[in-house]
């Protein structure tokens, strides 16, 4: 049945009001800690350079009738760290942004990405943010748990805090950190050996951490946030690395039934080592897909004058789902018609 049946929307709308109680007060949170709400354009020169991130590809026609390739973006990222740089120091937004090949359960095309940014603090900050937000989601429709298929988790208990490397020793038997080299560069083989089996041959040391990881995240944020943190350097193209460890890097994840709610990171600031790192994401996308998107120069540009900061990017329809109880994605989306 349509979602704009009346039967259907009346089955729906106290998911959809709860909604809006949860974006009210989170707003509430980041406006009463001095944050400036922003709104990034949507329609991008690059829409991102991650490898496995496929945008919305359209066409800008100029005045003069010139046609220019376009796209909608897949995160205000690359806009909100040139706000950054203009001399924006605490901004969020409640971002629209659209990802090709994505639908299910816990995807959709297009969905509402949470977004906000500290300058001069280290992701230690960020992080806190995010489990109170998580917190301020649940306590605003009355909840003390959030659920996703059949299992719960507790918001309000003392979060689990899990290195990545922990979690692949815990889950998987694996000692990560042994196929990372000290300068954080992967062995391919390493990995492909101690996970027992053999890849193929365009499949890379990132392609095997995935396949690793998808085995443990259904583990992580059972019963109580997990965060998971100290990602490798080869999982995190936009984060500094760590001062303790150079092998892994200030990036963050936080789960709840399983589900990644939230990405953050100590971002980086080195302006000619995130390109070499957007250049090999493209290169890799070319090689997967036959596509690559062009580079934000501007963005690079202004990531040279970027102060230290550090962000995240919460999905906040995943957020309302888990808070709300609700089965899957689209019923927390007021028009879901391409989900």
């Avoid at 092998?247 to 963050?252: G, L, N, P, S």
Wanted: aromatic content about 8%.
């Amino acid at each position: 049945m349509p979602w704009w049946e009346p039967e259907n929307h009346a089955d729906r709308r106290p998911l959809l009001l709860a909604r809006g109680r949860i974006k009210a007060a989170i707003r509430g949170f980041f406006e009463a800690r001095g944050f400036i709400e922003v709104e990034c354009g949507a329609l991008v020169t690059s829409p991102g350079n991650e490898t496995h991130l496929h945008a919305f590809t359209t066409s800008r026609i100029g005045a003069d009738g010139v046609r220019h390739t376009a796209y909608l973006h897949t995160s205000p990222e690359f806009a909100a760290k040139k706000l950054l740089a203009a001399g924006e120091e605490k901004i969020f937004e409640f971002a629209r942004v659209f990802r090709n090949r994505e639908g299910g359960r816990l995807h959709a095309p297009e969905f509402t990405m949470l977004e906000w940014y500290r300058v001069r603090e280290d992701y230690q900050a960020v992080i806190e943010d995010a489990l109170a937000l998580v917190r301020l989601a649940a306590d605003g429709v009355g909840e003390t748990q959030l659920r996703h298929q059949g299992r719960a988790c507790d918001p309000f208990a003392d979060a689990e805090w899990l290195s990545v490397t922990d979690a692949f020793g815990r889950h998987a038997g694996i000692d990560l950190l042994t196929t990372i080299r000290p300068d954080g560069t992967p062995d391919r083989d390493a990995l492909a050996r101690i996970c027992g089996f053999i890849p193929a041959a365009d499949e890379d040391w990132s392609d095997i951490f995935s396949k690793m990881l998808t085995t443990i995240e259904p583990r992580l944020g059972e019963g109580r946030l997990t965060v998971l943190h100290e990602y490798p350097r080869p999982e995190a193209a936009l984060a500094r690395p760590s001062p303790r460890d150079p092998r892994v890097a200030e990036r963050f994840e936080l789960y709840a039934c399983g589900v990644e709610l939230a990405n953050g990171f100590g971002e980086l600031t080195d302006a000619a080592e995130q390109r070499l790192r957007l250049e090999a994401e493209m290169a890799k996308k070319a090689r997967l897909y036959g596509d690559r998107y062009p580079l934000d120069e501007e963005f690079l540009a202004a990531l040279a004058q970027m102060p230290p900061a550090s962000g995240v990017a919460l999905g906040f329809d995943r957020l309302v789902m888990l808070a709300t109880g609700a089965p899957q994605i689209r019923d927390v989306l007021w028009t879901p018609s391409l989900s």
